[in-house]
């Protein structure tokens, strides 16, 4: 078996000055698995995110994406975010078609111009994530959920190998969540490696194979049923986590 894991993250510390954000975070992720992000606010699952991506300096430990760094692995178009909702301008003038095909930026050649083949990736993703009819509205424009799939169209278009998604779940309509789930769960299938974070635990075992549980540090990783338990949720959500367990089904 390939012994080069997706994303292996090895005692990892990230502070935001006297803030402890990630103390000693260890974890590995095979290819081809969709795996959930479970904590409560503060947690440090943002933090995580920018880590891998590279866009916070650790103050200590490693990520390695598929056996390179998070900086080159996002210049070779490895690695693909959709970030939180707050972390994004929506009042930047661009469509939802420009918006996706920065996804392709790592691929155009020298003169910067997409050519057909970025034009029919783009096309192909704004299908798949159900907003080709959407493409020249200006992303500010968009319904949270269809800001979500637009993002999500960006890293399809990326063909990234990994991606991290930050909270796709929030805030989003019926359709979308179920768009995004499925999707998901096809890029898997596809053989890309997913990290998704959530508040919706109740999508849990439908959307993933494993789960992390996080509390500045992984607190567990197992399969979405076992982070379920109650006695593990009151471990990362104190009484939240009582409470959130007894609406599970
Ligand atoms: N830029 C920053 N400067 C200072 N502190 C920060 C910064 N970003 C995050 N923090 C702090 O680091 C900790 C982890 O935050 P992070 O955003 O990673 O958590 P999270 O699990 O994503 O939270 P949420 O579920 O609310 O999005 C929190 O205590 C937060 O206040």
Known sequence: MNDTWALEVTDLSVRYGDVRALQDVGFRLRTGRVTGLVGMNGSGKSTLFRSVMGLVRPVSGQVRILGTGPGHARRAGLVGYVPQEEDVDWTFPVSVRDVV???RYGRLGPTRRPRRADREAVTAALERVGLADLAGRRIGALSGGQRKRAFVARCLAQDARLMLLDEPLAGVDTTSATTITG????????????LVSTHDLRSLPAMCDDALLLQRRV???AAPEEVLEPHNLARAFGADGRAAAEVLP
């Open 219 to 221: 607190l567990l990783h």
């Open 101 to 103: 095909m920065m996804g």
């Open 183 to 194: 999707l998901l769960r096809e890029l898997a299938a596809d053989g890309r490696t997913v």
